[in-house]
């Protein structure tokens, strides 16, 4: 029989079709293992209505197998099958799809056809030099044979084929510097691969599976033993209704899907009908993996479209803050590219994305309410992440995080929300205290928590270096903004406090500008404050950077010389003003000294390093002979 000419005319086409538009060879078996369910789909919607269909359900089946010596991977079905003339449209005719033809004329519920670009066939060639495809189809007598070595065409011949499907016959190519072909002759490769990707296919996919066993009656003698396995799962969990599935299901299709050994905190399961069609089946690990926050880690979720898996990672389906979300969406109508690896427009896409996400935070601000040590469980694994979102992108997401987010609280020192701060504000309280430092012990005791506590306003402890960039982007929450106790100004005086405190640092005006001589421009200026009662000196800081921000931007990469105005406050009530007034008349230079060890103190408390701890050393060794 003479060799015909491929339809789609040029052969470049052709060679572009098997070699350009897939990014993995490997998903040829993706591929062909689809078209044999497409197959088996038609012959069970044919014999819904055709009597003479005898075959049970549960006898379709997708068969697999492998010949190393002969280099040969075998795909099987028995499905529908092809005609001569099938075969000449179908693969002869690049980019026709006799499946997307099928799902046209015939609706129906309960088949799920996968083609519809008539390419993915082709696919084959990208890992075999010969493939021929015998068929036999459903009410025909004679089986024909279609053969190809690639690029140069195809012949299709009359063949003996007993019943009633396709059989397709890859020769594997041989290997090379690039590509070591030879493991898709190997079967751990190939259930990997049906695992990946068509481990929801609806038909049973099966395999010869050989092993290696004890012979028996002997100690150390092995024989080779054969035997059928099921390689994928078939049931796709997501697509059962909730009702009909128990926790113990969900959480172990969780363990398997995602590798985690532990149950997920939460399970999320929606179907979404209207704009955009989808199943999605999400998932909250209880803990952060190991490489979570470094940039190894991927986010995503897996993609399929009618089971079959697209994407491993589908990014854009879920924003940075909710990158712990693991899971899968599934949806029937979205616009695949040719190769079926990518989406053709993100429309329906960011539809899905939008409505996920909303669903993800509805599901935590639940948990938060219905299970709040479950929640704080979950804050304490991923709450960082949640206070990079609100600082991320100029602010951008961050009235719809602020909600998510926990602080430790100065009362009982536990977790307390932004709206459960603001609920219990004291009358007439606009602001809302926070405090900084290395951990909730040590911020608890820093000297400009004193006033602040007496005065009966609760704090927030924020020990995360994101934390204080988080707030003050955030800028204010439900009208009550955000001030660090550590600000020069809190305005916590009462008017004859201030008055008095004015007049103190009237008085010795003298006297502090020479303390801010000594201290030589490291300090904006030096003073006297009520803040303190009964520790006698802190640094506060004027404008919007603190000294925990300038301390955490001097640690970046890329290291800022932005500083803090900083002022050393000195507390009036403490006997260390009349000695330093006194110095002042007496002694100027032990009032520098002293200057210098009570500016290295107050840094010292605030965690932040002093300049010249020799100096330091010598100073106060000096005051203690
Ligand atoms: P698609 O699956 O997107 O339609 P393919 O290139 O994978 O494109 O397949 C082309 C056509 O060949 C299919 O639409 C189908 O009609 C036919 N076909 C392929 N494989 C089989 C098979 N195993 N059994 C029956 N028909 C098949
Ligand atoms: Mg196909």
Redesign the pocket.
Known sequence: MAKKQFKAESKKLMDMMINSIYTHKEIFLR?LI???S??LDKLYFRSLTDDSITLARSDYQIKLSIDKGKRVLTIE?N????TAEELEN??GTIAK????DFKKENKADDMSI?????????SAFMVSDNVSVR?LAYGQDQAYCWTSKGVDGYTIEPCIKDTVG?K?TLHIKDDTEDENYSDFLEQYTIMGLVKKYSDFIRYPIRMMWETNRLKEGTENEYEKVLEERTLNSMIPLWKKSKSEISAEEYNSFYKDQFGDWEEPAKVIHTKVEGNATYTALLYIPKRAPYDYYSKNFEKGLQLYSSGVMIMEKCADLIPDYFSFVKGLVDSEDLSLNISREMLQHDRQLKIMATNIERKIKNELLSMMKNDREAYEEFFKAFGTQIKFGMYEDFGANKDKLADLVMFTSSFEKKPVTLAEYVDRCKEGQNTIYYACGETVDKIDLLPQAEQVKDKGYEILYLTDNVDEFALQILASYKDKTFTNISNENLNLDTEEEKQALEIVNTENRDMLEAMEDALDNSVTAVRFTNRLKSHPVCLVSEGMLSLEMEKILKQMPNATDAKAEIVMEINKDHPIAEKLKELYDTDKEKLDKYSKILYAQARLIEGLTVDNPTELSNMICDLMV
């Open positions: 591929e689809s078209n044999a497409d197959a079905d499905g529908i099958g092809m179908n693969l799809s006799g499946s997307l996968i083609g519809q670009f008539g390419v993915g066939f082709y068929s396709t397709i």
